[in-house]
């Protein structure tokens, strides 16, 4: 048994709680750009293209997180993709955000009345004018808050990352455990960075949901 302090513990995890930062990021950048284009596409009206977009939101909802990073994790190679824990995970969080921001934005659009997109017709506007210069800026406002507390589910997400090897919080967690054999202080530090990281962006939300219900007012 290695013998640390508690501070060495918290230091390591805060090191290993860096790369549970940038797979966040890659996973809410990436989804969020796939995103938006499932969200054209499906308003779009093009044949055919709503039931897919459906579909494919529905596949990524209606299944575990674990499950994706699996079928990543081992999937990947069958399409001669070099597969490491990098690429499976950031494939797999990237695509799972992307499908629940897609719903979070269609739903954020729908709240747009009908009229808006009247009026862009009445303009002449294209679809793609209408969407840019109507709809869009006005869903934005509604948007933010769901998007931003959508973070939080996230970043406690990357921690089934683990289970393929990826080593950023939880992994380096289980580690230290099996070094130190100390549990509950290990654990207990990562509970408090996760909070550290997620709490702030869940007041982030609440602020903005409460600026933008003060503005329509």
């Not at 992307?98 to 739903?107: D, H, N, P, Q, V």
């Not at 950023?168 to 990562?190: D, H, Q, R």
Request: aromatic fraction near 12%; proline fraction near 3%.
């Amino acid at each position: 048994m290695v013998d640390f302090t508690v501070w060495d513990i918290f230091r390591n995890l805060l090191l290993a709680a860096r790369w549970t930062v940038v797979l966040s990021l890659i996973a809410f950048i990436g989804g969020g750009l796939v995103a938006l284009l499932l969200l054209v596409a499906r308003l779009s009206k093009a044949r055919g293209m709503g039931r897919l977009v459906g579909g494919y939101v529905q596949l990524f909802q209606g299944t575990p997180l674990l499950m994706q990073l699996f079928l990543a994790y081992f999937g990947l190679a069958l399409f001669g993709v070099k597969t490491s824990a990098w690429v499976a995970a950031s494939v797999a969080l990237t695509l799972y955000t992307s499908a629940y921001l897609t719903e979070i934005w269609r739903g954020c659009v729908a709240a747009i009345p009908q009229g808006q997109w009247e009026a862009g017709q009445s303009l002449a506007l294209s679809f793609r004018e209408q969407l840019q210069h109507v709809v869009l800026p006005q869903a934005v406002k509604i948007a933010l808050p769901p998007t931003v507390g959508f973070l939080v589910q996230v970043v406690k997400g990357t921690a089934l990352a683990s289970v393929i090897g990826f080593i950023e919080l939880t992994k380096a967690g289980t580690m230290i455990t099996n070094a130190t054999f100390k549990p509950f202080v290990v654990y207990s530090c990562i509970a408090l960075l996760y909070f550290a990281l997620c709490f702030p962006i869940s007041l982030y939300a609440k602020v903005l949901e409460r600026k933008i219900n003060a503005s329509r007012r």
